[in-house]
């Protein structure tokens, strides 16, 4: 059995509360009659009650001791008051004793929350570069169009689905441009491997949403020659749904509406391509 901790101050306190209220009461009347004892007085002579005490010397020089009524009133206060100081010395017993009392002087932090919810991709080069391999192969790029690899961890709990998508806000159009959507991922899924928006080793029951490109895969980057580089802002949303309810010639647009009125959380990364 563990031998709870135990706080030495809060034990100090109840004792001083204990000997100053529990002995203001008596230590008055053994002082009298300690004090007439030095005095060659007996107790058989003067019998002193435990109440309030009025002494004082008479002409003849002897003690003249008067006991004094106690008042029915002031007994009672004087009981109540006895029973406060009892409650306050049990009291910080109780505290000293408890098994939380001090903890060894140390603070009790509650349990740290879980991480945040995040995203990362092990394609992405140095400084979140987009490798070749990832570019569109098409409109005057060259690449080879493969999605890249994603992971994500610390989804917040109720996350029914995932879905991924890829979005360039400098592309010179008024709206953007969609490269990817891919939703109604299981929530048991924490990765994508490269390819799965070319419909390889996508998840069971994904569903690859439609881009700007006219398709419903992935599209790589490709912006115009001498941009500066364009942001291609990575995002897997956690889903409190696990399937969209969107009919299967949806805009990138109505997607995009269902998917933000259905997200516990967002992930992000931002790869970067020009030419």
């Known amino acids: 059995m563990q031998v709870p901790a135990v706080n030495w ?8 509360v204990m000997f100053v209220l529990g002995g203001l009461w008596y230590s008055p ?3 009298v009659k300690q004090w007439l004892s030095l005095q ?13 005490i009025h002494a004082g010397w008479t002409d003849s020089r002897s003690l ?42 140390k603070v009790i932090k509650p349990a740290r929350a879980s991480g945040r919810f995040q995203v990362s ?13 990832h570019v569109f192969n098409g409109m005057g790029c060259n690449g080879q169009n493969i999605s890249p690899a994603l992971q994500w961890s610390n989804a917040p709990a109720g996350t029914k689905s995932f879905a991924v998508t890829i979005y360039d806000p400098d592309a010179p159009t008024g709206s953007g441009w969609w490269h990817w959507m891919i939703y109604n991922i ?23 949403g439609p881009t700007d490109f006219g398709e419903k895969e992935y599209g790589g980057p490709c912006p115009p020659v001498g941009d500066k580089p364009h ?22 647009a109505y997607v995009g509406f269902n998917l933000n009125a259905n997200k516990l959380a967002t992930a992000r990364i931002t790869g970067l391509y020009g030419r």
């Open 9 to 16: 101050l809060a034990v100090l306190v109840a004792a001083i």
């Open 29 to 31: 009347v053994l002082f």
């Open 40 to 52: 060659g007085k007996t107790e058989d002579r003067f019998h002193v009650l435990p109440r309030l």
């Open 64 to 105: 003249e001791i008067a006991a004094i009524p106690v008042i029915q009133r002031r007994r009672t206060m004087l009981q109540s008051g006895g029973i406060r100081s009892t409650a306050i010395a049990l009291t910080a017993l109780a505290l000293a004793l408890s098994p939380n009392a001090g903890a060894q002087g």
């Open 121 to 133: 991709s092990p394609d992405l080069v140095s400084k979140g570069r987009i490798a070749l391999t």
């Open 186 to 208: 299981p929530a048991t899924t924490m990765s994508l491997p490269a390819g799965a928006g070319n419909g390889r080793d996508a998840p069971r029951g994904s569903v690859q």
């Open 231 to 252: 942001h291609y802002h990575i995002t897997v949303f956690a889903l409190k749904t696990d399937k969209l309810d969107v009919p299967g010639n949806a805009t990138s």
